[in-house]
């Protein structure tokens, strides 16, 4: 059974632990508003991406579709298609979630993004189950509630800014700055040059099939390891945690 009351100092450190993705998560977040607000769309539509999509990539095309007049559901698949990576980070804490109540699961399952899968991550790492439950969970919600003002902040705002500005270079900006560090560790450099090479060959293909195909391929070459690199982290984004620290 879990309980946060009793958990609470765990669901505290989980929410330091998510502090420094904030610092790049933030200015992320609040770009999007900003695109939502100038996009040909309402308010609250853009804003409601957060809570609804939740996931920054997939958040900001579907607001550029939104805004270009594409089909709806050429827009959720789209959005579905750039989440794909989500299947992955769910197929890795399951094991970690297994006879939890099944809300757990729910509210869990809804808060994995990159972020939270690093932090909740190392906790599982170095606390018991229950314990690193908490963890997991104060980081979540901690970036959920930022990154949902972050966007609402950015749409309030957003309205009265000028389009030369090109706030939308944050995006780019912000993912390059993730991947520079992970360069360092043989199996996330592959991972990363082999995505980067299918999304540039794939740069035409249809309803933007090239980013699932460039996460798959990428993934793959991140897990298939050659025989000299260490084994005991089978994950790329447990990898990236020791790397963090």
């Not at 958990?7 to 330091?16: C, E, H, I, L, M």
Request: proline fraction near 7%; glycine fraction near 8%; aromatic fraction near 8%.
């Amino acid at each position: 059974m879990i309980s946060l009351r009793a958990d609470r100092r765990d669901v505290v450190a989980g929410a330091r632990a998510m502090v420094p993705w904030l610092a790049g998560l933030i200015p992320f977040g609040l770009v999007i508003g900003v695109s939502a607000a100038q996009a040909d769309i309402p308010a609250l539509a853009g804003w409601l991406t957060g809570p609804l999509i939740y996931a920054g990539s997939s958040q900001a095309a579907t607001i550029a579709m939104l805004d270009a007049g594409a089909a709806p559901m050429v827009v959720v698949a789209s959005a579905l298609i750039i989440n794909i990576r989500l299947i992955f980070y769910s197929a890795t804490m399951a094991r970690y979630w297994r006879d939890t109540p099944w809300w757990w699961r729910l509210v869990a399952a809804y808060l994995i993004v990159d972020p939270s899968c690093a932090v909740g991550l190392s906790g599982y790492r170095r606390l018991s189950r229950r314990r690193a439950h908490a963890h997991y969970f104060g980081g979540a919600v901690l970036l959920w509630v930022c990154w949902l003002a972050a966007i609402g902040v950015g749409a309030t705002v957003g309205a009265g800014l000028p389009a030369w500005l090109h706030l939308e270079f944050v995006m780019p900006l912000y993912l390059v700055g993730q991947t520079i560090p992970k360069l360092a560790h043989p199996a996330q450099r592959r991972a990363i040059f082999a995505a980067a090479a299918v999304a540039l060959l794939a740069l035409s293909a249809p309803l933007q099939l090239g980013i699932a195909l460039a996460i798959a391929v990428g993934v793959t070459a991140g897990l298939t390891g050659h025989p000299d690199e260490p084994t005991q982290s089978p994950h790329p984004l447990q990898r990236t945690v020791e790397v963090r620290r």
